[in-house]
């Protein structure tokens, strides 16, 4: 089984940028598709990106569309999330998540989980 580790959550200001990266443990970190989701209090989990095996695939939910881009680096057993423009409803606990078959947005279809990590966006 997979294990799933995120870091880089930080207090940001509006406008500011931040990197969010997830490392994987295993060597077949590449046979796993990727997402990212998000969840503030009051809120439900929300999508934010998915990113396939290789890589050549991605998707994002419609609130980050622009602002945020997942990469992977397989060598490393990494992927990462690319937060840019940040607004202050970006507040949430980030979690990454693996799956071996592509599930993209459907977080209840995906098997391995992190514990998250915190991301502050204020003045």
């Known amino acids: 089984q997979v294990q799933l580790v995120e870091s880089g959550g930080d207090l940001v200001r509006p406008g500011g940028s931040l990197r969010l990266s997830c490392a994987a443990s295993?060597?077949?970190?590449?046979?796993?598709?990727m997402g990212w989701f998000r969840q503030a209090p009051g809120k439900e989990r929300e999508f934010v990106a998915a990113i396939s095996w290789n890589g050549t695939r991605t998707y994002y939910g419609d609130s980050v569309k622009g602002r945020f881009t997942i990469s992977r680096d397989n060598a490393k057993n990494t992927v990462y999330l690319q937060m840019n423009s940040l607004k202050p409803e970006d507040t949430a606990v980030y979690s990454c998540?693996?799956?071996?078959?592509?599930?993209?947005?459907?977080?209840?279809?995906?098997?391995?989980w992190g514990q998250g990590t915190q991301v502050t966006v204020s003045s």
């Open positions: 998540a693996a799956d071996r078959t592509p599930v993209r947005d459907i977080w209840s279809q995906y098997d391995y």
């Open positions: 295993g060597r077949t970190f590449s046979s796993y598709y």
